[in-house]
């Protein structure tokens, strides 16, 4: 494991306002997100309200090895578990579910958050995945005590997830972010004993994010590059908040207008325990 990086109130501070861009261009996106509009349509319009604000998308230009990512941000819908690629011909048609990731660089610093939508009206099982997604993200956010384990929040989730009959997906995780928008620590949505377990100390900030399938853990590359899909095809779902440790609890720092209803039902839960 590489280093960890722990951040100054400053640099917190500075990550709060470009979580806050994120919040106000996932909520146009989830408004947005309609049957017969594309993808491509989405990220223009994400492109342009980051751009308003001052930002520059995190993931435009991202380099994976040799692969250079091209867009603003990702779109994935269905059976894509993430990464899915904005395109002009990916038409919004009821029934479908689209998960919506996006970050932000705003003076210097990253903030990252992704949230599942329904396209129209959706199935039974759909909207169920989509609300044991979210709950077991506020259930490892929940996980959170200055001075806990990194692994305490991916039991959350795990138990969350498996209880309803849905699979973690395994191969991917959440990470540590600020600078950089992927930093140390990795931050599993299981309990990986074999893997590093890190106190969760002040200043720490990471990006919680369960991915989560209706069939198969397993997933697979499209020959994209970069588009992960589940393996049997099924739909997944993913939601995703930034976090910062405090010395009482925690800090959501991607809350605002993309997701008022856990602000109205648990106002508390955004600044976490003071313990």
């Known amino acids: 494991m590489g280093r960890i990086s722990y951040k100054s109130a400053k640099e917190i501070e500075r990550m709060r ?3 806050y861009v994120v919040s106000v261009v996932l909520a146009a996106l989830r408004e947005a997100a309609q049957p017969g509009v594309s993808t491509l349509e989405l990220d223009k319009l994400a492109y342009d ?9 995190s993931f435009l230009n991202h380099r994976a090895g040799d692969e250079v990512y091209h867009w603003s941000i990702c779109a994935s819908v269905d059976e894509e578990v ?3 690629i904005p395109r002009a011909e990916r038409k919004l048609v009821e029934g479908q579910i689209l998960s919506i990731d996006v970050g ?5 610093y990253h903030g990252d958050s992704a949230i599942t939508v329904p396209i129209g009206q959706i199935s ?3 909207q169920k995945l989509i609300d044991v ?3 077991s993200l506020w259930a490892g956010i929940r996980a959170i005590r200055p001075r806990g384990r990194i692994q305490d929040i991916g039991r959350a989730v795990q138990e969350v997830v498996e209880s309803n009959g849905f699979t973690v997906v395994e191969a991917l995780t959440g990470h540590g972010i600020g600078k950089n928008l992927w930093e140390e620590p990795e931050i599993y949505n299981y309990v990986a004993s074999d ?3 890190p106190l969760m100390l ?9 991915m989560v399938n209706a069939g198969t853990p397993d997933v697979e590359c499209l020959e994209d590059g970069w588009t992960i899909v589940s393996a049997d095809n099924r739909p997944s779902a993913h939601f995703e908040h930034t976090v910062a440790i405090t010395r009482h609890g925690y800090e959501i720092l991607t809350l605002g207008p993309h997701d008022p209803v856990d602000l109205s039902k648990d106002r508390a839960a955004a600044k976490g325990p003071r313990t």
């Open 17 to 19: 306002e470009a979580g």
């Open 49 to 57: 309200l980051i751009a308003k604000h001052g930002g520059t998308p």
């Open 82 to 84: 993430v990464h899915g």
């Open 104 to 108: 932000v660089k705003l003076r210097g």
């Open 124 to 126: 039974e099982e759909k």
């Open 133 to 135: 997604t979210r709950e």
């Open 195 to 197: 893997r590093p377990n």
């Open 202 to 210: 002040e200043g720490l900030t990471i990006a919680i994010e369960p």
